[in-house]
């Protein structure tokens, strides 16, 4: 069976022009894609760039509880994909709120914009403070995931509790044997990337092997960015976003998280965060995300993790069923 993903795996890398034509151009910020709830802007400046943050805030549908729960996307997803998750917390009496962060999806990519979680971090606050959100749950997955780690450590009195869903950042993949990558290897790959390549990516490393029809909105959102007339723009603040996710992982900062963490990791996810492009000999050192999740919970005080046996790196996509009864035990006092 091994044997049978691996190939289809590799036939679907050898099907970029027959993806790329089924592709439908969306727009550099995702104009002609619908969101699961009313897009709402946060405006800004930022390195003396206008920017603005597409975000959704969903009410509470049952008996308010009076907490806020702040919903923090991955690298390869958007605020969309916690529509199920959004969906089973407002039923629970939560307000939600779901931003896209700069240089993804609806949200601004400024022309050289340096991008860091810092500065992620303080748009998020500011975020917030239009909103009229004190203090908040604070879950993050995956790049999300560095996020809502940073946020933490740089608003420590803001956070209730955090939870940690697949993160990376939980180990420094550069001092494992990932060789820095710069900025202009990193445009030329992102030249390469099509609808193919992201459903033989996740396939593999999110959904081990197994491909459900729900997942294909997820690759035609990001495709759909990069088969834009404007998609140059998309390549340009992925190619820096992945230059900020490997040189600024929170592993060396994690003993001085204060707030009550939980990590929450499907242990199927074989995510290790360019861990391919590693010399061959020295790629079995780089850790996947549930390798790094088993030390990384004794070096977060009184941390807690939960294990996910069964699901990848996106349970919350995977098996909203099981993840939401999971997420609601974790955030409840």
Known sequence: MFRRHLAAIACLAMLPTTAAAQTIPLGANLERFDYPAPVRWFEANSQSHPVRMAFLDWPA???????????????????????????????????????????????????????????????????????????????????????????????????????????????????????????????????????????????????????????????????????SPDGDTVRDAQARLSDMIQTQPVAAELPRLTVPTTLIIGQRDLTAFRASSAPEDQRARVRTVPQAAEEAVKRIPGARLIRLDDLGHSPQVEAPTVFLPTLRAAITP
Not at 68 to 97: P, S
Not at 182 to 203: C, F, P
Not at 212 to 219: H, I, K, N, Q, T
Request: glycine share 10%; aromatic share 10%.
């Open 61 to 227: 549908t049952a008996a308010p509880n009076g907490t806020t729960v702040v919903l923090l996307h991955g690298k390869n997803f958007c605020a969309a994909t916690w529509g199920d998750t959004a969906r089973g917390l407002t039923a629970a009496g939560y307000r939600v709120i779901a931003p896209d962060q700069i240089g993804f999806c609806k949200s601004s990519k400024p022309s050289g914009y340096q991008y860091s979680f810092h500065a992620m971090a303080a748009l998020t606050a500011a975020l917030l403070d239009q909103a009229g959100i004190g203090k908040v749950v604070l879950i993050g997955h995956s790049t999300g995931g560095i996020l809502a780690a940073r946020f933490a450590l740089l608003h420590p009195a803001r956070v209730t509790r955090l939870v940690l869903v697949n993160p990376l950042g939980l180990n420094d993949t550069l001092s494992e044997g990932v060789p820095y990558t710069d900025l202009g290897k990193l445009r030329a790959e992102e030249a390469k990337v099509d609808a193919a390549s992201i459903k033989a990516y996740q396939l593999r490393n999110y959904y081990h092997g197994e491909w459900r029809p729900a997942y294909d909105r997820w690759v035609a959102m990001l495709a759909g960015q990069y088969a």
